[in-house]
C-alpha cells in the first residue's frame, strides 16, 4: 500500500464539470508501469475503489463526489491517500432488459465486452437504477444505441 499526501485537483475541464483527483507519485506511477490500473485504498480515511488512467500528464485517480461529500472535501484540499493495485474481480451484473437488447444484437453485445470495465459498469447501472420497469426498457435501449456509438453514459 502507497500511502501519500497531496492535494485533490480539478480536471482541465473545471468548472464545467465536477471531476477531481489525486494525482498518483511519479515513483508510484513507474512502478505501477503505463495504463489504466484499477485501485482500492482510502482517502481522507473513506476507502473506495477506482481507476486511475493517464492524464494531463499524469496518472491520476478521480475520486466520487459521494465520498468527497462524506468526507467533506474539496477541491485544493489537502487530504491523506492510501492506494494499492486492486486485483480482486470485480463481477459485474447486468441487468435482464440490458440483456435482452444484447440477445436482440450481438454486435452491440460484442461491442459491450470490448469497452473498458468502467464504461460496462456506468451502463449497467445506467439501466438498472430506474425503478419503472418501461424505464429500464427505455434505457436499455438507449443504452444500445451508445455503446454502438461508441459513447459514455451520462
Known sequence: MHQ?????????????????????PPEVAREWGPGRKEVRGTVAGH???????SGEGALRV???????????LRRGDTVDVALELDTAPRPLE???????VFDEDPEVAALFGKLPPSHRRAWATYVAEAKRPETRIR??????????AREFPR
Open 47 to 53: 476507502p473506495f475503489r477506482g481507476t486511475a488512467s
Open 62 to 72: 478521480p475520486i466520487p463526489r459521494e465520498l468527497r461529500d462524506a468526507a467533506g
Open 4 to 24: 501519500f499526501r497531496t492535494t485533490l485537483v480539478a480536471g482541465n475541464k473545471a468548472p464545467y464539470t465536477s471531476w477531481t483527483f489525486v494525482i498518483v
Open 94 to 100: 447486468i441487468p435482464d432488459e440490458l440483456r435482452a
Open 139 to 148: 434505457r436499455a435501449r438507449k443504452a444500445m444505441e451508445g455503446i454502438r
